[in-house]
């Protein structure tokens, strides 16, 4: 596998043309753009390599190496004999109605790689529908042996406006309400997948009920049978107006056996009901999340994947834009990437819109996805 980037002010037709010289011999080809240059990259990337499967989405800033860069637009060059990683990918469209139609050709992509021995993961990057797309997918995969890992894709114009639509680029063109799959077979060794949340239930911390929801427009109306804001304000002090003030310190979360998947707020509306990023159930067990000693999690994460995976090919990373604010407000963005370079070693990623893991989306969540491998080298290209 090789690594290319964008030099600092170089346009995008440049680099574009610089790209094309690599693209003999190329079978897939993943990038990672800046916001609004989607469209552009799309169609410069399916020309700079003609022969191969070209897919991309944009992200707020895109981890590289040592540092978030926001200007920066970094290819992923996987070889028809790729040494290291075997690569090929796919488009699932229509995701929020039928992503089951795709079964027979994941399967088909996956079993062409080779027989899955923890060596090969499903990376994927969605537009929407996560909690179907997410369930239709590892019920594909999992017979084969393959985990998913992936993100959603997203813009800061949501911010601002909810009716943002977000987009994944795919041979070309970008679409609306799909999906596009990255499957990866790992030449050297496993292939690990990490999860990191900075949050967690306080002791004695009450359980709640989502007694009342709306699936479509991921609405959570109640809990306990009461307004799910009046729920939260009492538990927590805080008054239905400054709720969103506080989602990146306490958060609402799902719980699933012993573990928590952070779910989102992003509005509350007059009745009390409060918006969130991911879809809540009825039935649903939640709780009110506290953070948590945020350096000491990241260091506990270094350290398991270190002694999990002590040779390390390559680390890819997915980050919750709320993660990214996260550390904006407590002033240590860089140091954050710093630390966590010094200990895996150089990593690239995007910052997303939601975390897909095996058979769970979540939101406020940093995954790690790590390939094994001592005798490995990944090539960055100047």
Not at 46 to 73: N, Q, W, Y
Not at 180 to 205: C, D, Q, S, T
């Amino acid at each position: 596998m090789e690594i290319m980037r964008s030099r600092r002010g170089e346009s995008l037709a440049t680099f574009s043309m610089r790209a094309h010289r690599r693209a003999k011999g190329m079978a897939v080809v993943l990038f990672l753009t800046p916001q609004d240059c989607l469209a552009e990259a799309a169609q410069r990337m399916a020309k700079a390599f003609p022969e191969s499967v070209t897919l991309g989405l944009e992200s707020v800033r895109i981890f590289d190496g040592d540092h978030l860069d926001e200007d920066c637009m970094m290819l992923f060059l996987f070889g028809k004999d790729d040494p290291d990683i075997l690569a090929d990918a796919m488009l699932l469209e229509n995701i929020s109605e039928a992503p089951v139609q795709y079964v027979l050709e994941v399967q088909r992509k996956v079993c062409g790689l080779g027989v899955a021995n923890l060596d090969t993961v499903c990376l994927e990057f969605c537009t929407n529908s996560e909690g179907k797309l997410v369930t239709t997918l590892t019920a594909m995969l999992a017979p084969l042996g393959v985990p998913l890992f992936g993100g959603s894709a997203f813009h800061t114009d949501a911010l601002t406006d909810p009716e943002t639509r977000f987009q994944v680029a795919y041979q070309g063109r970008t679409y609306e309400d799909a999906c596009i799959a990255l499957f990866l077979k790992n030449l050297h060794g496993r292939v690990m997948l990490f999860r990191e949340i900075f949050y967690g239930v306080r002791p004695g911390a009450p359980m709640h009920l989502a007694t009342k929801v709306d699936l479509s427009t991921r609405r959570l109306i109640e809990l306990d049978d009461r307004p799910a804001a009046d729920v939260y304000s009492e538990e927590t002090g805080i008054g239905r107006g400054k709720i969103l003030e506080h989602v990146l310190d306490r958060p609402i979360g799902r719980m699933l056996g012993s573990e928590v998947f952070v779910i989102s707020m992003r509005g509350v509306e007059p009745d009390g009901a409060v918006d969130t990023v991911k879809t809540v159930n009825l039935n649903d067990a939640i709780y009110i999340l506290d953070s948590e000693d945020y350096d000491r999690i990241a260091w506990e994460t270094a350290k398991r994947i270190c002694t999990t995976v002590p040779h390390r090919m390559f680390v890819f990373t997915v980050e919750c834009f709320h993660r990214y604010q996260f550390y904006e407000r407590h002033g240590i963005t860089e140091q954050a990437v710093q630390k966590r370079a010094a200990a895996l070693g150089p990593y690239y990623g995007v910052i997303s819109g939601g975390e897909q893991l095996r058979g769970q989306n979540s939101n406020q969540t940093g995954l790690f996805l790590v390939f094994e491998g001592k005798e490995g080298t990944i090539h960055e290209i100047e």
